[in-house]
């Protein structure tokens, strides 16, 4: 009967239009990181939230540096946390893709924040248990990611509403992750227009709820930003006094994400800040022809066949203007 | 590693095949000795060395207090045990707090003095196998029992996985006579153990972990001034998670060791249907509760120096109880209520002698024991007592113009699982699992046991630790 009710559970989610992937666990999060401790520490690290994760897609980087990046990007998540932890670990010594996307980075929001702290403390026990999740679960169920759970499909229902309490959704399945954390957007959100819809429903709550308290008035809201520059400046500047390349990478969004972006973190109050006051360059997809005229079905993240195109253009865009010097020197040294 | 997690299921699944093979039975000891240690390193391998000490000094405190011929060297030798466990648990477990503390008093006193962050790592389960093992040396020297006749079987009734890290807390007298003849769990046993390990897993992963946890911390751990339903309902949800999440540990543990031939004593025994505070100890968390009784209530005094001293034993045993579970001030709180219950109980029932509540009553006084346990886990979850004030305040319905927070999902949810939760406790009231299970037909048992392990899987749990093992 056990067998009976997994299969018709499974069957239900792959009718749905799922297939098995890899858990995004702070377990795997932290077998990437791990590769910088066991003497990877030289080679370019991405780090950023979903944007990164999603659009940066890890096959066509490797096609074009001959290297794959090791992909620390957490959705929901701004990266200063993570740029604090590897400024703070002197076995990094490679280049750094730092993902800013506004509204997470410039107010510190970090959603999977426990990730650093899990990647410090991970008992010998958590790493068997993700070690066997990922060889004997993830590749063959589809059903086993965190939007399928038993509590979160009971409580996206149709429940009827408590006055007084803003009816939230929570965001939906995304992305397909493979086993070193390479991702890329989910079909159903190029196929499905409901589904679509629904992604785009969610991040619309975002934009016309009220501000979180401590950004309610324009002064609040900048001391946040500069709060969270600072902590920018200061893990920066320990990077590159080691010798490591940093450089910010503004991926892009479209509609109603951008018109938010723009209004509440305007790029002259952010971005060309974060830029000034660190020293490191940045690309932002806005000043790139070629970073523009791409997809996303949400208005948050590429399809994934143009986030092959943006990968690829952001690598010649990198390789041509920043770590250019720094590719010529190794393709000089002798091997 | 945590009972709710893939280690755990290739672990247990190692050490049952380990243990039903044709091996001697020191050699099958031996295994479980190992897979223990193996156990608890999963968690942080160094802090096993702490296990040894407990388990070496207490095996040669009470070897010594067999040999000893004086009363004097026999008290040394307790106070040796006494000293290195609780020394052990002082250090790693109220040493901050008591830093802080005496940082505070000193402060109070005019006196500025920062102690440096000690930033000490809590050993999983200390606070049990020091139990454990002064249990241990305390019956060898009040003369309750007689030591192990080898290390073996003592080092293994320390260490053995199923209790090692948050109980049932088992005495030696339970256990160490079980290791003395060869245990293979029959048919029977393994699959009542294994039934008993899918109940205790349903009731951490799908009840506590899935549906409860997170209601009590929509309230619990956040800035909001909570309303009277929100309130309620987060404490109602908190009820019901520690007990789902501690009685499914003990569940699962009772029925890891059943798989592999072992008898364990119950720890709960439906304490929400408890009528009186006497009766929700005899209860909830029964082994802790009788290891209170026996190694400091009755040593205190207990009931045989007049009521004053009763009293006082009695506020004394629950104060340390509530300390016993953390290093804060709320905990003692929460202890002092259940010793003020217990002592308002034990007038009552004095000056009340010859009392019989009818049906009516009686289910009024349970659910009055219910309401007022509630208001004591108010204490327990909150981190602070400005929190606990809010919630209670929230409860006592003070805080009429506050927003409501929880949504309709919420609220059903907690209403419709911690409803079912007492009812269930209620119907069991003077029943148990054992012979409920005795009356099922074989096919209905079945069906509720597909549904509980498709109901685990499908909750996707995170193998989020068990609330208990912070104590």
């Known amino acids: 009967m056990l067998v009976l009710l997994l299969a018709a559970w499974e069957g239900y989610w792959r009718a749905y239009g799922v297939t098995p992937g890899y858990y995004n666990s702070n377990g795997e999060w932290a077998q990437q990181r791990r590769r910088i401790d066991q003497g990877e520490g030289g080679k370019t690290v991405l780090i950023g939230s979903s944007r990164v994760l999603f659009d940066v897609q890890l096959p066509v980087w490797e096609k074009l540096a001959g290297e794959r990046p090791i992909q620390l990007a957490m959705e929901g998540t701004s990266s200063v946390p993570v740029l604090e932890d590897l400024a703070a670990d002197p076995k990094f010594t490679g280049h750094l893709v730092v993902g800013v996307a506004s509204d997470l980075f410039f107010s510190g929001f970090a959603y999977r924040g426990d990730v650093v702290p899990y990647y410090h403390r991970e008992t010998p026990s958590q790493r068997v248990g993700s070690w066997l999740s990922q060889h004997l679960l993830e590749p063959f169920v589809a059903f086993d990611d965190s939007d399928f759970a038993l509590a979160t499909v009971l409580k996206r229902q149709a429940w009827p509403q408590r006055p007084g309490v803003p009816e939230r959704m929570d965001v939906r399945k995304l992305s397909v992750q493979e086993a070193d954390r390479s991702t890329h957007m989910w079909s159903k959100l190029e196929t499905d227009p409901e589904y679509r819809a629904l992604a785009r429903s969610i991040w619309a709550q975002h934009f016309d709820g009220p501000p979180p308290p401590n950004m309610d008035t324009p002064e609040k809201l900048q001391k946040v930003i500069d709060t969270q520059i600072q902590r920018a400046v200061v893990a920066v500047a320990k990077l590159r006094a080691r010798g490591v390349q940093v450089l910010f990478v503004r991926p892009p969004t479209a509609g109603r994400y951008l018109e938010f972006d723009d209004k509440v973190f305007p790029r002259a109050k952010t971005w060309d800040v974060l830029l000034a006051r660190t020293g490191a360059p940045g690309i932002h997809f806005e000043d790139y022809p070629e970073l523009q005229g791409l997809e996303l079905p949400e208005w948050s993240h590429l399809k994934t066949t143009d986030a092959q195109r943006f990968t690829a253009a952001l690598y010649r865009i990198i390789a041509r203007d920043y770590w250019r010097q720094d590719r010529v020197r190794l393709a000089d040294s002798p091997r | ?471």
């Open chain 2, 1 to 471: 590693m945590v009972f709710n997690s893939l280690t755990f299921i290739a672990f247990f699944a190692c050490v049952l095949a380990l243990h039903s093979l044709p091996l001697p039975w020191t050699t099958r000891k031996i295994n479980l000795l190992i897979a223990s240690y193996v156990f608890y390193m999963a968690w942080n391998p160094p802090f096993v060395i702490l296990l040894w000490i407990s388990t070496v000094v207490d095996w040669y405190a009470a070897q010594g207090l067999v040999k000893a011929q004086r009363q004097r060297a026999r008290h040394a030798w307790m106070l040796l045990s006494v000293v290195a466990n609780l020394g052990m648990l002082g250090y790693f477990k109220y040493g901050q707090f008591l830093l802080d503390n005496f940082s505070a008093l000193m402060a109070s006193l005019g006196v500025v003095y920062q102690p440096p962050h000690a930033d000490i790592v809590l050993p999983v389960g200390i606070s049990f196998y020091t139990f454990a093992t002064l249990s241990y040396t305390l019956d060898v020297y009040l003369r309750r029992a007689k030591p192990a006749r080898n290390f073996l079987d003592y080092a293994l009734f320390v260490t053995f996985f199923p209790h090692l890290v948050a109980g049932p807390i088992m005495r030696p007298t339970e256990l160490v006579p079980q290791f003395a003849q060869p245990r293979r769990a029959s048919a029977d046993q393994l699959r009542f153990g294994l039934a008993l390990m899918t109940l205790g897993l349903f009731n951490k992963v799908v009840l506590a972990d899935s549906f409860l946890a997170n209601v009590a911390e929509k309230i619990y751990d956040v800035d909001k001034i909570p309303g009277a339903l929100d309130a309620w309902t987060a404490t109602l949800a908190f009820s019901g998670q520690i007990f789902c999440d501690f009685a499914g540990y003990s569940t699962t543990a009772i029925g890891a060791a059943m798989c592999l031939g072992f008898a364990m004593p119950d720890n709960f025994r439906f304490p929400y249907a408890a009528v009186g505070f006497s009766d929700f100890w005899r209860r909830w968390h029964i082994t802790l509760s009788s290891w209170l009784r026996d190694y400091l209530y009755i040593p205190l005094g207990g009931n045989r120096h007049g009521e004053r001293r009763t009293y006082a034993a009695l506020m004394a045993t629950m104060l340390l109880g509530g300390l016993w579970h953390g290093a804060n001030w709320t905990f003692v709180v929460w202890g002092g209520l259940h010793g003020l219950y217990l002592a308002a109980e034990r007038v009552l029932r004095t000056r009340f002698r010859g009392y019989r509540p009818g049906p009516a009553a009686f289910v009024a006084l349970g659910l009055l024991t219910y309401l007022l346990v509630n208001l004591t886990w108010v204490f327990f979850r909150a981190k602070t007592f400005g929190k606990a004030w809010s919630v209670l305040g929230g409860m006592l319905g003070q805080h009429a113009a506050a927003k409501p927070i929880l949504a309709m999902f919420s609220l059903i949810s907690v209403a419709a699982i911690v409803a079912g939760i007492v009812a269930t406790h209620w119907l069991m009231r003077e029943r148990t699992l054992e012979s409920v299970v005795t009356r099922t037909p074989a096919v209905a048992l079945s069906v509720v046991w597909a549904l509980m392990a498709f109901a685990i899987v499908i909750a996707q749990g995170e193998g989020s630790a068990f609330i208990y093992f912070q104590f």
